[in-house]
């Protein structure tokens, strides 16, 4: 009975099967083979993957990429401040990253190069074409898969997509003879292509510029600060056009002409994190050269990073001119960097253009930002403010060829400063010898004076050694006070330097913690080094009693070295105050003794350090 059961069970199943309509029985042989078939679809689904620059690629900051290119720069200086300007092509973009899935779930291209985010919920309309004639038109959003139903599964059709990157305005969904009419000043974004839905039904849209996009930047990164309040910001002299494009085959006829004219509210912040670097962007059908551009600036105050110190730059409206002329399809970056005016010294081929202040490591990680003047030029002994020769990290010896440089360099705009070379140096000294010996002189020379060039003996706000100076100083009140201001004379402090080889070699492998504090007042057994005993001041008795500073010169160098990775000591500054003496008595007036020094000891080989270094101030000069 149960046999029988089974039996009709079974056969009971079979005839259900043999019943459905189409039911395709095939045989259990190794030799069959099974059609798969891939079911067409009808809808086409959409996704944004980002815009293309079509310019070169510009330089990365904190996910956003601007130009920091200064070989082209105009400088125009003024007493407080200098303006440096200059144009190319690398506009600041939110760049996306190769291969990133989008918010949507799908993965989008990439071209090579920059490619600029699109934000979310930009809006744009897709167009499908089926040869000339439109078939469908949909408006969508980016971030969203966007899709559009009802096409023929096998079908091959062309697609246009066009967006006037905003949340708000969107193109025509019936285009007029396959063209629109472009509105003003508007970001026109075109892409195009062709899918068979046979084979795909996934489109990823990356879009082009097809207006030529002119972005103004005003920067204050170079004066090493957030711009606060409203300055007044003014651009005339465009002279710009609207259009028409052609759908299918993205082409851009110019069209009326207008005169845009911007103020400081049009101006968007670079980078959310910051408010040194703001930029406004116009655009145009036209290929006319605009040669009439001027920026005008008044009262733009910053507020200075080092210690929040409010400063005011120009007090009387200053004019800045450019001449561009428009690509389609590309930007043109007109870019006024804001940067400190340098003191100078000497006439002629003498003449040296000294920053009004110590460098100091932020130890910021944004590459753009890691260095900066102290706010004021002041006596200080902040371990912030010491470095190694040639390294990139304060208070610390290099620990990699990336930690390796010269720190002036790396000053925002990159390129406008560098430390001085041993002949620049030399204009501010009257001799040369090694540290050890220099340091030996302090109170015992003999003899007739041989006081630096051009130097005083100052004690205003600290001691220091004074120079004369032939440019660059203010007369009223500014941002630098007046002219008895720290900041308006070329003063060099008496903050010392570490000599202790000992102390060195415990601060130089882990010292960055001590770039908050101050050496002056720190010993070394506070700090747990131990190395000679209790009360082992880390700057000794240098602070309050002589100045250094680095040049970026070795003492023995040449292309057979340079080829090896090799130099051998290194020059620096060294000054303190002294007086004549005789049989060790001291007479007549005190005056700045100043020295080229040589670090003769010192060697890197193959770029690694032999032996280490002082830690010295670090004082730069304007490159060009």
Partial sequence: M???????????VAMAILAIP??????????SKTAIVDTKSN??????GGIKTNNDAGVKRAGVSSSNNTAESKIYSFSDVDMAV??????????????????????????????????????????IYSGSTLVAAKELQS????????????????????SYNSKVDAPSLTPASGA?????NKDVLYASGTVNLATSSNINILFNHSFSRVGIELNTIGVFGNITGNPSVSVSGLNLATGSIDLLTGAVTAGSTFTPTLSYADFKNVDPLYNDAKIAYVYTASTAAQSAISVQLQNLTVN??????????FTTASNFNFSVTPELGKSHHLLLNVVESPLTTGSGAAAVKWSRSNLYDRNNADPLRNFAFYATNAQRSRADGYFSYGSLVAARFPSALAQKGDPC?????????????????????????VLNNVLNLVGTLLGAADPAPGSAVGTTGGNHAQYAFTAGGTAGTNAFGDATSNSNNMRIFYNGQIVNTALLTQIGSSGQGLLGLGLSTLNADLLGFRIIGTNVDILGDSYNTAAAFWTDSPVLAGPLLDLLGTRVGYYGYHAFTTRRAVLGLPFGDPFIKASTTAEALNVELLGLDLLRTTFKNVRCVRAN
């Fill in 86 to 127: 200059s144009m190319d092509n690398t506009v600041p973009v939110k760049t996306t990253t190769a291969h990133a899935a989008r918010s949507n779930g799908t993965a989008a291209d990439v071209a090579p190069g920059v490619t600029e985010n699109m934000e979310q919920d930009t809006k744009y309309v897709v167009y």
């Fill in 43 to 48: 809808k086409l689904t959409i996704a944004v």
């Fill in 409 to 433: 360099t790396k000053i925002y705009p990159q390129g406008l400063w560098k430390q001085p070379t041993g002949a620049q140096v030399s204009t501010l000294t009257s001799s040369t010898g």
């Fill in 143 to 162: 971030g969203t898969a966007g899709t559009i139903d009802g096409l023929d599964p096998a079908g091959s059709y062309t697609w246009v997509a066009l």
């Fill in 180 to 184: 629109i009419a472009l509105p003003q």
């Fill in 22 to 31: 189409g039911t395709l029985i095939t045989s259990c042989s190794k030799d």
């Fill in 304 to 313: 200075h990073v080092d210690g929040g110190l409010a400063r005011t730059y």
């Fill in 2 to 12: 149960k046999f029988l059961q089974k039996k009709g069970a079974h056969w009971v």
